[in-house]
């Protein structure tokens, strides 16, 4: 059974504040992770992958990959109102199937 | 920015009654999928499809379901006498390679409410 776990949340950072999001997952044969954004009651948006251990930087947001603890983590740093929304962390073991976790629900408080 | 448009946005059908959802990808895509979310539940995958085949279906994609591409643009998911449980948001993607280089693009839903 290939699992992809969250904490479903809420995770409630003020405005400015650095928002840090996790996700597990079981298979440990993944070899691309994603973070995908969803408002409620609209599509999941992608914000950016990652292949390799480490740290990787797009504009506001970081993602982490640690394969051997099987983590994967966003930050969202300088939160802005607009940010507020779910985050769903999607891994692909294999194939073009993505295993979504049930996502983190983010409130950032102006 | 090019997008995958779905259509309708709202379907509402009565249990029992076949329904076909419709998509069209973005235009230079080669691979094609389907993905349900029930309200409150996790983003699940149904089916991908590629060269004019299924290349993967998961378990929920059983012969209730089938998908077809009728033309160069369209992308369709039919799904043959409906149940209460059905009833979902469902989300047809599209990538221009295999998902695992860049991730794929959703289009922006269809809700389907089976009463």
């Known amino acids: 059974q290939k699992e992809v776990e969250q904490n479903s949340g809420p995770l409630s950072v003020p405005e400015g504040a650095i928002a840090s999001l996790n996700c597990t997952y079981s298979?440990?044969?993944?070899?691309?992770f994603f973070w995908y954004r969803q408002y409620s009651g609209k599509s999941p948006e992608l914000i950016m992958f990652?292949?390799?251990?480490g740290d990787k930087e797009d504009g506001r947001f970081t993602a982490q990959l640690n394969k051997a603890s099987q983590y994967v983590s966003l930050l969202i740093r300088d939160s802005q109102p607009s940010d507020s929304a779910t985050y769903l962390c999607?891994?692909?073991?294999?194939?073009?199937?993505?295993?979504f976790g049930t996502g983190t629900s983010l409130t950032v408080i102006p | 920015e090019p997008e995958v448009t779905q259509t309708p946005s709202h379907q509402v059908t009565q249990m029992g009654q076949e329904v076909i959802l419709r998509c069209v990808p973005i235009?230079?895509?080669?691979?094609f999928y389907w993905y349900r979310q029930i309200l409150g539940q996790k983003v699940e995958f149904l089916v991908s499809?590629?060269?004019?085949?299924?290349?993967?279906k998961s378990e929920i994609f059983d012969d209730q379901f089938s998908v077809e591409r009728p033309d160069g643009s369209n992308f369709t998911l039919k799904i043959r006498s409906t149940k209460l449980e059905d009833s979902a948001m469902y989300f047809c993607?599209?990538?221009?390679?295999?998902?695992?280089?860049?991730?794929?693009?959703f289009g922006s839903g269809t809700r389907l409410t089976v009463v």
């Open positions: 298979d440990r044969g993944s070899q691309s």
């Open positions: 993607a599209s990538s221009p390679f295999g998902a695992s280089d860049y991730g794929y693009t």
């Open positions: 999607a891994v692909i073991p294999t194939g073009n199937q993505f295993y």
């Open positions: 990652i292949y390799s251990n």
């Open positions: 235009s230079n895509h080669l691979y």
């Open positions: 499809f590629y060269n004019n085949e299924i290349s993967e």
